[in-house]
């Protein structure tokens, strides 16, 4: 699973590559993956189901694929609650925009079924890959969750209870061979990394908890993660039985693209690729300007008879990703693929959401407090009936 | 280091066997781990140093090979502390009276030196390699922790603090290759038991908790163990340099025999080798009598002609760990040997004094709480100076 197949794409939990400007193809990877495309039909029944409109990143394919979706649906019909988990593994002290998008869409799937969530931040994972000592991974851990806790989530129903049980159990479920089969991990690895992905398993399920539905083994977990993290929880839907748990279900994501272009995501550890959610307002114009690679023509004539490639052009996929107003992103497209609009004014676009995006999550994030970090990395209980 | 040796002998975490009557040969198994033999110099040092008289287990030979304990003895003699490590594996409800000897030896070292002492119940390790679940093996744990709050370790100097951060340093040390090479892991294994040797090697890096000696990350760490677990701290050793902490020092014991004889250990999942600390004095009687493999002759006529063999005979082998006069138990050694006392005798000798030290353990026992198995069971602040 995490050798760059025939295609020359590469999508791992630790990196991500594409051959094409066009980046990932993401039909081949759920290929692949054997995982699910979300179909028209789907995204229906949630808006139905929900008496709310559904997202826009479900809307224009960004969530693109999923796992058992379906069942968690036919619960929720039946009037069975169920809980999501995400994370975060805090690569750096500032955030980008691509870690916006599970957290924007975590929120949305809260608010709309009202149900827990379970947050883990697996700063253990990036002191094991990086160099990185654990009081600094832990410092990170602490600055991202500020960000975490700016994105409002329901208090009393986000928390993230200890799981050390729950790992132990994972951890005799699953060989060092699977490991190996599933991540590529070999002998020369570290034995942290050996048994990484049973922490990373383990929040699943979290409803054996008492704090969460009282303890129930059946109540069922949906995890929204980027495409990436697919592996850990294909591993974690073949314990589950084992352990007496439903498998988890999974909605995907696909990458953020890196200002310079698809063929890999936006990374916190190359700051050109980024726009960090720290970013002052010149900052964000400046990389905008500088970086985001254009699928526009060479010159303004040659732009004006061709057009531009919304496809490759990087300005274009942000807008996909934080402009709402789905009128207004037809229009973008439309004038920008006849060549009537031009790429300095696609990037003023983008430059005016992106700017009103960052500058409303760094209001948010001031108003975090110190305890309510605290609060936040120590596990609590939750309320899970409103 | 799994494997059995030449002569038939097989020394790991997890299995102790001997093809002889005599058990295992000490010698060489000094010679295959590398260790040092205990000589009587290291023992009088022990006895100057602190103006008490050597333990009867050090004297016996009981307590028999060590690493690097003269380096612990060169630093508190310039008058700088260091701490003690032991643990508990619990596999079963009862202790057994080999579980008491490092219990026993390390409550005469804190006595002795006044130093802090951390212990570490592994119920993970339990759970991982036994059929077992998680609340059983931590059931168990709390039972156990009675029998060693029994032992009446000055608690203002006796806890765990949470390792968390401690083992994943030592997981990010240790790859899968180094584990195979030690503990004989295969690719079978589960990635708990991969990883669990950290779990086991992070608390001889306790000083630099704030609460062990202000967290200065230079205090040496003693480890008071039987000889089979040496495998976890060998490869504490070699990880110590590159954390930054001294090598912890290492007093190995013997094994106390089966009751059947010293070809094995006493073994708490097997009933007829043990002698439980929950037994009663009929039950210490009547498996003594039973159980106990005899170094006496068939007949009486022969026993008085021949005498008994002192080096296979269980009951004088538990004698050597139990009686702790040295002048009886000499008498008995030369009288047994000589024929003048039968094995009927030896075993009441025996049977009286395994039926005080357990009545006194049970007794103790009975005094503790709920409340101190609770305080135990919670990392909480040492107190690091008298």
Redesign the interface.
Known sequence: MATTDQDDQLVTPWEVTAASQKGVDYDKLIKKFGSTKIEDSLIERIARLTGKPAHHLMRRGIIFSHRDVGLILDAYEKGKPFFLYTGRGPSSEAMHLGHLIPFVFTKYLQDVFDVPLVIQMTD?EK??WKDMS??EA?RLASENAKDIIAFGFDKEKTSSPDF??TI??V???????Q??GIFG????????K??F??IQAAPSFSCSFPQIFGGKKDIACLIPCAIDQDPYFRMTRDVAPRLGYPKPALLHSTFLPALQGAMTKMSASEASTSIYLTDSADDIRDKINKYAYSGGQSTVEEHRRVGGNVDVDVSYQYLTFFLEDDEKLAKIEKDYSSGAMLTGDLKKELISVVQQVVAEHQQRRQQVTEQMVQEFMTPRKLKYSS
Chains 1, 2 share one sequence.
């Not at 991990?185 to 942290?192: L, Y």
């Open positions: 253990d002191f094991l654990v009081e832990r050390y049980k132990l159990r951890e005799k479920c699953v060989t060092v061979n490991v190996k991990f070999n002998d020369s690895d570290c034995i942290g050996i048994s992905p049973a």
